[in-house]
């Protein structure tokens, strides 16, 4: 769940004050990001060699445990058995992106921002010929067709700044195909001593375990489980944006721009209460806004560039600041 400087400066300004003006960040890194960032680098794979990512389980294993990277390996090796590959052949992977903003009114150029991101993937469908651009989601929650997770997709507009720019590399992208997969929910099953429970005779309750479930058996149910229902756990959608719909966006996005400039001209940095706990948790600065930690205590860190999502390394001193939408 990588955040957009829009969607940050929408969401709340002092977020996107510590995030892209002071440019620090937690120390700690949530296990959802890092589980969906070793996904795409397994699907980039995937995508460019037409085959499952040897030794994926040790992709991440030190960051998400033994118990998430045996989910990933499932994951990606269901996805290989359910799509294959034989119908698209990809064009591009990773598709780093830098364009000017544009002055709706005027067509200018921004002197201060330049709009940047990073494409999942293009690929051309061998039947129909049609190019399209790939978005690679997880998800733990209900992805299935008709769920309020495909209806959000009509306001998304990180799909509306990706067609704009597939478009403007020279990529005639007919649209956005949507490719979702379900994180399984199972983890290994074990039952703690301490929480063990016995009967009269000695055995225990139903679904308590003596001993730890082995990684091998929880691959296994967990290869049984996606390949019983892989309908569950992979889902595709076709999503359309009229032009008129992006030109819309590319206002929006050049006033949200020229707001960022007057914030940050005026020094003013307004906290959005209705946002400290967005994603049933709570925000990583929240203790910075309460002013229970400050910005010398060693939980934060400068970044070594603004935008980590993509390849430049130069400071933002000394280049335009990237309104980047990932």
């Given at each position: ?106 067509t200018g150029k921004s002197r201060t921002y330049v709009l940047g991101g990073k494409i999942d ?172 930690s400050n910005i010398e205590d060693p939980r934060w860190v400068r970044k070594e560039k603004i ?20």
């Amino acid at each position: 769940m990588t955040n957009t400087r829009f969607k940050t400066f929408k969401r709340c300004q002092r977020l996107h004050y510590y995030l892209y003006e002071e440019g620090i960040d937690s120390v700690d890194k949530p296990l959802a990001l890092t589980f969906g960032s070793g996904t795409h680098t397994a699907l980039e794979y995937y995508w460019l060699n037409h085959r499952v990512m040897p030794d994926i389980e040790d992709l991440c294993t030190s960051e998400i445990g033994v118990d998430n990277s045996i989910k990933m390996h499932a994951m990606i090796h269901g996805y290989d058995l359910f799509w294959g590959h034989d119908e698209w052949e990809t064009v591009a992977c990773e598709l780093e992106f830098s364009l000017p903003l544009k002055n709706p009114d005027s067509t200018g150029k921004s002197r201060t921002y330049v709009l940047g991101g990073k494409i999942d993937a293009i690929a051309t469908h061998k039947e129909t010929g049609l190019m399209w651009l790939i978005e690679h989601k997880t998800a733990s929650g209900d992805v299935s067709e008709g769920s309020q997770y495909w209806q959000r997709l009509a306001l998304d507009e990180q799909i509306s700044i990706y067609l704009y720019a597939a478009r403007e590399m020279g990529f005639p992208v007919v649209g956005c195909q949507y490719d979702v997969l379900r994180k399984p929910s199972d983890k290994i099953k074990a039952t703690p001593i301490s929480k063990r429970k016995y009967k009269k005779d000695g055995s225990l309750y139903k679904n308590q375990r003596s001993e730890d479930e082995s990684e091998d058996e929880y691959r296994a149910r967990l290869f049984e489980e996606i390949g019983s229902n892989p309908n569950k756990y992979y889902v595709r959608g076709e999503v359309i944006r009229l032009d008129e719909e992006i030109e819309e966006f590319m206002t929006d996005l050049w006033f949200q721009s020229q707001m960022i400039s007057e914030y940050r001209r005026r020094g003013l940095h307004p906290k959005n209460s209705q946002a400290c706990f967005d994603y049933f948790r709570a925000c990583k600065f929240f203790d910075l806004c309460c002013k229970t930690s400050n910005i010398e205590d060693p939980r934060w860190v400068r970044k070594e560039k603004i935008h980590n999502e993509l390849g430049d390394n130069t400071n933002e001193t000394e280049r335009p600041k990237t309104l980047c939408v990932i």
